[in-house]
């Protein structure tokens, strides 16, 4: 009678002490698990200190899963700035979410939609103007950046350390590019998909030829000193070029956002003499038919005053 006794409860003591060290063993690997997505993801909260704790972790998780998260975080990363797509993603709904609130409140409710729509808009365009801020400082920098690759090549060092040394030496965003191009060599990607990203993140023409210029002269193996020196010369006109056209132009670009803005103020204006006019007008089908394509033509000027304006050099 004992024997069976002391058997079952030897079983039940054995497996009371495999479960707990089981859960100790699951509740080990998840904490790993879980510092492991921390360091790899830049949303996660790093265990040192050096970047700011983030918000709103599960829905950036979720936003990146998506294709559209996916190109948001592309265009984020090309910025420079220190958000994430789930971060920009709540700050842009609550923002087209009180627009939408204001335009029904202080316009009619008709230019609700029409205010949300403007919100992401105005964000998407935000994100582009950044990005194209960034692109225009690094090609500032390219002249710099190619001549202390010139001095580094000329000095004995391989492409690789001119790289990192550059990295070093120069501010952001050269500086922070070329920190990625030299993590990227120190875990074994070959110097032309490093340096393809990188033209990638920030179309230019001076930066594909640099990246051209130094592809090629990896697989000849041949000194590119020479021909970093004269592309430094280069740089050094085109930037001053760039410069000057910016300048000529510039006016030209303040039409292209002042004649909106104008539009925009004659409708508060309007309403503001004469209470009520926004929604008698959008109360029938042609004054709504009117708004939507009064701001159609708005949108159509200001693309094309931008194209007209926009010159390669």
């Not at 069976?4 to 707990?20: E, Q």
């Not at 335009?103 to 582009?128: N, R, T």
């Not at 004054?287 to 094309?304: D, E, I, S």
């Amino acid at each position: 009678m004992t024997d069976p006794v002391w058997l079952t409860l030897g079983v039940a003591v054995l497996c009371c002490v495999l479960g707990i060290a089981g859960v100790q063993l699951y509740a080990s690997g998840a904490r790993r698990h879980a510092a492991l997505v921390a360091r790899l993801d830049e949303s996660g909260e790093p265990e040192t200190g050096g970047r700011r704790r983030r918000r709103f972790r599960g829905v950036d998780r979720r936003v990146r899963r998506t294709a559209l998260g996916r190109k948001l975080e592309l265009r984020i990363a090309a910025t420079g700035l220190d958000v994430t797509p789930g971060e920009f993603t709540v700050a842009l709904t609550l923002t087209v979410a009180v627009l939408w609130i204001v335009g029904q409140a202080a316009l009619s409710p008709f230019f609700g939609p029409i205010c949300g729509l403007l919100g992401v808009w105005v964000a998407m365009g935000f994100l582009s103007w950044q990005r194209q801020k960034r692109i225009e400082k690094f090609i500032n920098q390219l002249p710099e950046l190619s001549r202390i690759l010139a001095n580094a090549t000329q000095a004995g060092l391989a492409l690789r350390m001119a790289l990192s040394l550059a990295a070093d030496e120069l501010e952001a965003p050269a500086g922070d590019e070329l920190e990625k191009v030299a993590q990227q060599l120190s875990v074994g990607t070959s110097l032309d998909d490093a340096l393809g990203e990188l033209a990638e993140r920030l179309p230019s023409r001076e930066l594909v030829v640099l990246v051209t210029t130094l592809v090629l002269a990896n697989r000849a193996g041949g000194t590119v000193v020479s021909s970093l020196r004269n592309l430094t010369e280069t740089l050094e006109e085109r930037k001053e070029t760039r410069r000057e056209v910016r300048t000529q132009l510039s006016q030209v670009s303040m039409t292209a956002y002042s004649v909106p803005v104008i539009g925009v103020g004659s409708l508060l204006l309007i309403d503001n003499m004469q209470p009520g006019a926004l929604d008698r007008m959008t109360g029938s089908a042609i004054g709504q038919f009117a708004v939507v394509a009064a701001f159609a033509l708005y949108v159509v000027g200001f693309v094309a005053i931008r194209r007209f304006s926009k010159i390669d050099v």
